[in-house]
């Protein structure tokens, strides 16, 4: 305060100097007093600027204690209430209220001089410019201090939503991977967009009060202005001097309204803000409320379940020694990657869909009706039922399934087989509910598609497998809606052939880095968790491709013997045709089907394909390892014939490239074994 009394003496010789300049020496002929006048202001500008730089430091000494009482007060609530927010208090929160109480200190000490300085000035002028100054001045001052308590409000408002969306934003943003695999993409823009609004509401309410501001500087600082304008005939008049006048001028302009404008500015806002930094830095005074889920927290302190928009309900305590923790990135929708839980609002009791109809058993199927008791039991439907299925790309476009009428029974291995890019993950699709038929009906288990029972009765791994950043449990665990035992899981693993890399990783409770895995890994770990899976259809989508013969037969042999499961591959090699019990053979829009003998006989482009295996005499299934072996089924993909999967562990195999010739017809593998050309070329 003392420093600031130059600032008050800078203001006071501003205008009176100007107005001593013109009345005793410009205008009285005297210029070299009015050019010492002139001096003398310029003097106490410079007085007035030592002073404001001191005022500095007073100000940084005033300032500096208050942070360091208040990084003192966050870094101790952190430590004894293990607070999440203690790292944003400290980076952004406690500089905000140093920079915020800085400048409420600056502007309101400014101010409160230079009005005095302007105010003495005006008076020492001439009385009557005090009146037309004064009156204006505090009406616009009482204004904004009416308006200053709603407009802190909705400034809190505004920050508190913007804060929500920002932390919204940051648990989604990084885990769009997982908001993709899950197919949450619509939950998620809803959440989002309603925290959107919200922040737009909010800001619409400030920016009407923020008219309240314009309204006080017009009032306080520029009708002032005109008032001195439009009444100067009558101030001329009534013994106010030009020079007065003048001065008067200068002191609205060049003090009382810059001054008035940083209150209401810096008030306005670093006040406001200064508010709720401090209101959320406040010492407690009683223990924090606990959420509805406080038990559920207490018990998973140190096991927090992924996902920015998972309800409190859904979050359940990590398992006992029998029992896994159930740690998932998300609740499935409909229409996802792990579709066997559609979206439907229920609690964790409760998520597996259940025919209403029917009891809560372990396994998805039809029960025999309670009412009435003498009612025998219906017949268990049909697995999958594909009738009169068309599908296509585009209006004009060919279809790509035409017609299609297929009933596979409960427990049947059907592997779909054709050239690259004739449709078998179109099918694979489409019975998962991903894409929508131009007509036809499919139904899973009666259930039709897409509709959640559906989606809960069928789980589809697709060729690029996905794992998440967790534990390994909590990959093969993410389909089940309970925990799931220990004893179930290793036996899991033992049958799809994880075990191995289950004791590489460290066991369930190991880290996972989806980037330290191979391709084959992460299938291993994709394929045991839809063998975990209580959906009792699996769609394999070449899901084995980056797996070696062996391993592939391993896995289709444990989900072919899951109780009342149900499997349909797309073939990667013949042998996965020969292994299942059905073969659907698709060639544009041309299919066969039936058992392997009778696709054999029947279809030209099958024969061809399993012509060439059959010439290297025994199959290598069951753990066979016959010269022949199985070959790759067709291409996965290049349009030049090239097979990318060729190496070791196929037939004949001397770290040749596999190519193919025009689409049904294979190289038999003789020319392979025997080192010479193909077809004459080298």
Known sequence: MGWSVLETGQTFLLGYALARALDDGFLAGRAETGLRWLAVAGLGVLV????????????????????????????????????GGALSGLTQQVEIARDSFAGLVMVSRSFVFTSVGALVGLCALAPQLLLVVAAPLAAGVGLFA?????????????????????????VVC????????????????????????????????????????????????????????????????????????????????????????????????????????LRRLAPRGEPPVPPADHEDRTATRHHRPRGPHRPPAARRPVGTD???????????????????????????????????????????????????????????????????????YGPASAPVVDGLTLTLPVGAQLAVVGPSGVGKSTLTGLVAGLLKPVRGEIRICGRPVPSGDAAARRVLIPQEAYVFSDTLGANLTHLRPDPVPEAELLAAAEAVGLTPLLDTLGGPAARVDPAALSAGERQLIALTRAYLSPAPLALLDEATSHLDQEAEARAERAFAARPGGTLVVVAHRISSARRAGRVLVMDGPRTTYGT??????????????????????????????AEGGSKPALSLGDTDGVDPVAGAGLAGDRRHVVAHRPVGQVQVPGDLRDGGALGGER
Do not use: K, M, N
């Not at 392997?596 to 390892?625: I, M, N, Q």
């Open 146 to 170: 009416v308006t200053l308590r709603p407009l802190a409000r909705r400034q809190e408002a505004f920050l508190a939503a913007d804060e929500a969306l920002a932390g919204h934003l940051g």
């Open 322 to 392: 029998a029992a896994l923790p159930r740690s998932r990135p998300r609740e499935a929708p409909d229409q996802s990657y792990a579709g066997h839980r559609p979206r439907t609002g229920r609690t964790p009791s409760t998520e597996a869909p259940r025919p209403s109809a029917a009891p809560q058993g372990p396994r998805l199927r039809s029960a025999p009706p309670v009412v009435p008791p003498v009612a025998s039991p219906s017949p268990a439907p049909p697995a999958l039922t594909l009738t009169s299925l068309t599908f296509a």
């Open 174 to 277: 990084p885990g769009l991977r997982d908001v993709t695999a899950a197919g949450a993409e619509d939950r998620i823009a809803l959440d989002t967009g309603a925290l959107v609004d919200t922040e737009l509401h909010a800001a619409r309410a400030l920016a009407r009060w923020g008219v309240a501001r314009v309204a006080c500087l017009a009032l306080g600082g520029q009708l002032p202005l005109v008032l001195l304008l439009a009444g100067a005939p009558w101030l001329l008049d009534h013994g106010v001097t030009p020079g007065a006048l003048v001065g008067a001028l200068a002191y609205v302009t060049q003090s009382l309204l810059p001054a008035l404008t940083a209150l209401v500015h810096g008030l306005g806002t670093s006040g406001s803000r200064l508010t709720v930094v």
């Open 48 to 83: 007035g600027a030592y002073g404001t730089g001191r005022v500095y430091g007073a100000v940084a000494a005033l300032v500096e204690p208050l942070r360091d009482r208040l990084v003192t007060r966050v870094v101790r609530r952190g430590v004894r209430e293990a607070d």
């Open 596 to 625: 392997h003998d009778e696709v054999v006989r029947r279809s030209p482009l099958y024969r061809d394909l399993v012509g060439g295996w059959e010439d290297g005499g025994a199959v290598a299934e069951e753990g066979g390892t």
